[in-house]
Structure formats: structure tokens, C-alpha cells
């Protein structure tokens, strides 16, 4: 099982990056993808997730508005477009995938079962 993150970067505030979470060694298209984002010495935090079948989305509401999931089942891919972005949503981002079985979006670290390693986001004022 593997997740890669890419795509991170730095960028001034108000402007935009887009993410990407490339999936292996699973069946992608019945597991749930969230993502999550961590600063140094604070609890990783809730971003926003997508159902398997895209659906349905649901965010944070400190990002609502202005980030932006979508999946591509055919490439094993979710994206995370960041728009308007704020030094505060400086942070290592992550996707997780949860497991087919958790019948509920779950919006905590412990109800994701796959994890990537993480990009780096760093918005500058």
C-alpha cells in the first residue's frame, strides 16, 4: 500500500496550489480520502475527505470555501486544489485513505488506515 503526496511548494499568500495523492497497492475506488496538514508540535489536523465515488466532499471549516477535493478513480488520484491561501495554512499536508469497511467519513487520524509521507505548503505574507 503506498500514498505519495506531491505538488506542495511555496506561494504568496492569495495565491493557489493544487496537490496530488497517487494511490497503489489497494483498491482505490472503494476507499475514502482525507487530508489532513500538521505544524510543528500541534496535532495533525482535519482538512477535508472525498467518498469513494466523489461524491460527496466535506471540509474543514477553516478551508471551506477556498480548497477544493476531486478524485480520478481511473488514475488512482485525488487532488486537493488550495485557493485564497493564508500563512496559516502553512503545514505538511497529508492524504490517508480509509478503509471500505468504516462505513462513516470519519474526520479523525485514527479512522484513516493508509497513510502518505507528506508534502510541505508554505505560504508567505
Known amino acids: 500500500v503506498q500514498l505519495v503526496e506531491s505538488g506542495g511548494g511555496s506561494v504568496q499568500a492569495g495565491g493557489s496550489l493544487k496537490l496530488s495523492c497517487a494511490a497503489s497497492g489497494f483498491t482505490f475506488d472503494d476507499h475514502a480520502i482525507g487530508w489532513y496538514r500538521q505544524t510543528p508540535g500541534k496535532e495533525r489536523e482535519f482538512v477535508g475527505a472525498?467518498?469513494?465515488?466523489?461524491?460527496?466532499?466535506y471540509y474543514a471549516d477553516s478551508v471551506k470555501g477556498r480548497f477544493t477535493i476531486s478524485r480520478d478513480n481511473a488514475k488512482n488520484t485525488v487532488y486537493l486544489q488550495m485557493n485564497s491561501l493564508k500563512p496559516e495554512d502553512t503545514a505538511v499536508y497529508y492524504c490517508?485513505?480509509?478503509?471500505?469497511?468504516?462505513?462513516?467519513?470519519?474526520?479523525?487520524?485514527?479512522?484513516?488506515?493508509?497513510w502518505g509521507q507528506g508534502t510541505q505548503v508554505t505560504v508567505s505574507s
Open positions: 472525498i467518498r469513494w465515488s466523489g461524491e460527496s466532499t
Open positions: 490517508a485513505a480509509q478503509q471500505p469497511t468504516r462505513l462513516t467519513i470519519s474526520t479523525t487520524v485514527s479512522g484513516y488506515d493508509y
